[in-house]
């Protein structure tokens, strides 16, 4: 295997924002080292990742098979640890936001990093956000970081640095503890399946200040139409609005609705399963089946941290 294709990837995160059971539900059982001492506690979960066939193999490769070292470290120890890679992944409680110490490690490290946006789940069940209130959010801990990454970027012996961008694809939303997670091309790909429009027109609208009016059947910058209707924003109602019903409709155990909402992305499931007594486990058997989490975190570590840019110019600060 090419070195190249070895990878350590420090898993950085702020106290019980979610990384420790991020990494558990990522490798499973195939951890393979844990180091101790009386101070600090490291893992380290080694596992291969295989590049689908659909994604060219970048020059300098000489195989689709990548050997990937997720780190899980205690937050005390970062700022040591994080010297032995440039790359990160960071995750981020979608409900407590970016913490000082989050801001500090990326200002500090100047590390490549793509981001994990944690516990979406507690925005439907336990905030219960309307889908703009959720976006705001959202968008507050994507600002916040590329505020950090710019102030990280500076003085001369700096990178430049990749903003984060859900558009391009190195940011993920989900849930760790119940094992689902998406990107927004995850999202773009399921409707051109359905609608049959292109992903890559689609998914700019996905994102940003993008509203759709059903009216005048046109996409428009502005939330508040000509004739003074409030518009919804692509995200709300093409990705939160639907996330938020499968997951209530589980949460409810109503099997009727449920069932409806899953034909729509072909899923099926079994009467045992919608039968499951407890909510918690029928909202992860229907998510894991929809949106599962290893699939979209490592192919985002792998694409946006391991393989070379297309276009170096592109997104860089």
Request: proline share 3%.
């Amino acid at each position: 295997m090419n070195n190249s294709n070895i990878q350590n990837i420090f898993v950085i995160a702020h106290t019980d924002h979610g990384k420790t059971t991020l990494v558990e539900s990522l490798v499973s059982n195939r951890t393979i080292k844990k180091e101790e001492d009386s101070d600090i506690t490291t893992m380290g979960s080694l596992f291969h990742y295989d590049l689908p066939d659909s994604v060219p193999l970048p020059l300098g490769l000489d195989s689709r098979r990548f050997l990937l070292n997720l780190i899980d470290t205690p937050t005390v120890d970062i700022g040591c640890r994080l010297k032995e890679s440039d790359d990160a992944l960071v995750v981020v409680d979608v409900v407590e936001g970016v913490c000082v110490s989050g801001q500090a490690m990326l200002q500090l490290e100047r590390i490549n990093s793509v981001l994990f946006i944690n516990k979406m789940d507690r925005l439907i069940l336990e905030l219960q956000l309307d889908s703009e209130d959720a976006y705001q959010t959202i968008n507050r801990i994507v600002e916040t970081i590329n505020v950090s990454i710019q102030l990280g970027g500076n003085g001369s012996n700096s990178k430049q640095k990749r903003i984060i961008d859900p558009v391009v694809g190195n940011v993920a939303f989900g849930s760790g503890v119940q094992g689902w997670a998406f990107t927004l091309e995850n999202w773009a790909a399921l409707y051109e399946t359905k609608l049959g429009v292109p992903k890559e027109k689609l998914l700019r609208r996905l994102w940003g200040n993008n509203f759709f009016d059903d009216v005048n059947k046109k996409w428009v910058s502005n939330r508040v139409s000509e004739d003074g209707r409030t518009l919804k924003r692509g995200f709300c109602f093409l990705i939160y609005e639907p996330l938020r019903d499968i997951i209530l409709a589980a949460n409810e155990k109503n099997s009727e609705k449920l069932t409806k909402q899953l034909y729509y992305i072909n899923i099926n499931l079994t009467n045992a399963e919608l039968e499951q007594t407890s909510r918690k486990e029928l909202i992860c058997t229907v998510m894991k089946r929809f949106l599962l989490i290893n699939n979209c975190i490592i192919s985002m570590v792998v694409k946006h941290l391991l393989l070379p840019s297309p276009s170096p110019h592109n997104n860089i600060i």
